[in-house]
């Protein structure tokens, strides 16, 4: 089944302890993203991959890191998270290439709570 | 920056009826998606219109753009109960690498 995992699913941490949810797609995508979702801010982009080895900076990118060693593999990284970190992270992946290119297809989502 | 601002915010309606949704966005865009999102849980792609569309037709899903006024419409027909969820209009923007920029969505609940 062609899908887009993240883990953990749900996480509860406290502030400056590095984490990291993991994002894996199997529909060899070249692109990936990770947005996070406030209420009353809707989705906003933290990072973007447009393959392996090019990261590049969305809109919210401060606090958080990434890398893509793999094509299938988009972790978000965590160095030391603070409280204005709570949020639910959403991963999305997307072939340019493809007949439904542009149609980015989303993981299920990891809530992230920071004491 | 939140490109779409979808209209209204909340909806709510009885099964049967129609269900309408706008959204309004600043840039000039590639295209605009429409997605669905149940409580807290991950987006699903419902429809994508280009620029170069007007009117869309996917199922009980009818999307409408109109460039002149950087507007969309999302009509849902025929709702149901499991039609319950906040849907999104996504924008991609000319030379944005595929970044989707989302609206606030709107909140749509359907009684049975």
């Known amino acids: 089944e062609a899908q887009v995992t993240q883990n953990p699913r749900y996480l509860i941490t406290v502030t400056g302890k590095k984490l990291t949810v993991t994002c894996s797609q199997n529909?060899?995508?070249?692109?990936m993203s990770w947005y996070r979702q406030d209420p009353g801010l809707g989705l906003r982009q933290i990072y973007y991959?447009?393959?392996?080895?090019?990261?590049d900076k969305g809109d919210v990118p401060e606090g958080y890191k990434v890398s893509r060693k793999e094509k299938r593999n988009f972790p978000l990284i965590l160095e030391s998270p603070s409280p204005n970190q709570t949020s639910l992270y959403f991963c999305?992946?997307?072939?340019?290439?493809?007949?439904?290119?542009?149609?980015?297809?989303f993981g299920p989502g990891t809530r992230l709570l920071v004491l | 920056s939140q490109q779409g601002e979808e209209d209204p915010q909340a909806l709510s309606i009885q099964e049967g009826e129609n269900a309408t949704m706008n959204c309004s966005y600043k840039?000039?865009?590639?295209?605009l998606q429409w997605y669905r999102q149940n409580s807290g849980r991950g987006l699903v792609h419902l429809i994508l219109?280009?620029?170069?569309?007007r009117e869309k037709h996917s199922g009980r899903l009818r999307v409408t753009l109109d460039t002149s006024k950087k507007s969309s419409s999302l009509l849902i027909t025929a709702s149901r109960a499991a039609d319950t969820a906040s849907y999104f209009c996504?924008?991609?923007?000319?030379?944005?690498?595929?970044?989707?920029?989302f609206g606030k969505g709107t909140l749509l609940t359907v009684n049975p």
């Open positions: 529909m060899n995508h070249e692109y």
């Open positions: 991959s447009m393959n392996v080895e090019v990261t």
């Open positions: 999305a992946s997307m072939s340019p290439l493809m007949d439904r290119g542009e149609t980015q297809y």
């Open positions: 996504a924008t991609i923007s000319k030379g944005s690498n595929y970044k989707l920029t």
């Open positions: 219109i280009r620029s170069n569309e």
């Open positions: 840039t000039s865009i590639n295209n």
